[in-house]
């Protein structure tokens, strides 16, 4: 089975410009989470999708949004680039919780992708 | 909120040596807890969770956690390391019994093991 897969791998910015990363779930996950990594705060959600509505958004400004599309690939955006925003942005796949399954150790098991690389100059 | 702490920032051993690497979060409900691993290059990978039941949870490569519910803690060991558990290692937290998937990380641990 692929893993969850991520485009661009590296991207080069300016300040100012607007960008968007796409990420592709592992066959069957319909739930796809982001994280921004960077050395300076480390691991930090930025959203979660499923059934291509956000349900649960981290501390991050209006500038950085995401959907998700029917078949669960899912993007997102980020307007007004700032140098600070240079990261290494992560995606992460999971399964769909069912009823009665919230509990459940297969469905809340995250797979990350490889990661964009993005740097802002 | 949530936070995790990890108190090794950077950590050198010579293979065949003990790993233990502390991790304390902070929230009151049910938790889920996590360690992941990046190695050099990679992309994160599971090492070992904790859901629910014994507290003692095996992994892979040998690894294994504890979970201390009064201490708030989830620490990782590995009886002997090798060179290649050099790598960054982050244990994470997510709200259990719910269907939010947010992880909070904490700052991770750089592993250096030294042939």
């Known amino acids: 089975k692929a893993g969850v897969t991520q485009t661009p791998r590296y991207l080069i910015k300016t300040r100012g410009q607007q960008v968007t990363l796409s990420c592709s779930p592992i066959s069957g996950h319909r739930s796809v989470s982001w994280y921004q990594q960077t050395p300076g705060q480390g691991l930090q959600f930025l959203f979660e999708y499923f059934s291509e509505t956000q349900r649960n958004k981290g501390n991050f400004p209006g500038r950085f949004s995401g959907r998700q599309f029917s078949n669960s690939r899912s993007e997102m955006n980020v307007s007004t680039l700032e140098l600070g925003d240079s990261a290494l942005y992560l995606c992460?796949?999971?399964?769909?919780?069912?009823?009665?399954?919230?509990?459940?150790?297969?469905?809340?098991?995250?797979?990350f992708g490889p990661g964009t690389r993005l740097t802002v100059l | 909120a949530q936070s995790v702490s990890q108190h090794n920032h950077h950590v050198i051993l010579s293979e065949a040596a003990s790993l233990e690497l502390g991790c304390n979060y902070s929230y009151g409900g049910t938790v889920n807890l996590f360690w992941y691993v990046q190695y050099p290059g990679q992309h994160l990978q599971l090492l070992l969770k904790?859901?629910?039941?014994?507290?003692l949870v095996k992994g892979i490569k040998g690894f294994e956690a504890e979970f201390i519910k009064s201490k708030f803690s989830f620490n990782l060991r590995k009886p002997s390391v090798q060179w290649s558990d050099t790598a960054e290692y982050f244990c994470a937290v997510k709200e259990g019994g719910t269907g939010r998937r947010a992880l909070t990380f904490g700052s991770g641990t750089r592993l250096q093991v030294q042939p």
């Open positions: 992460a796949s999971s399964l769909p919780i069912k009823p009665g399954q919230r509990s459940s150790s297969s469905y809340n098991e995250q797979f």
């Open positions: 904790y859901f629910s039941g014994d507290p």
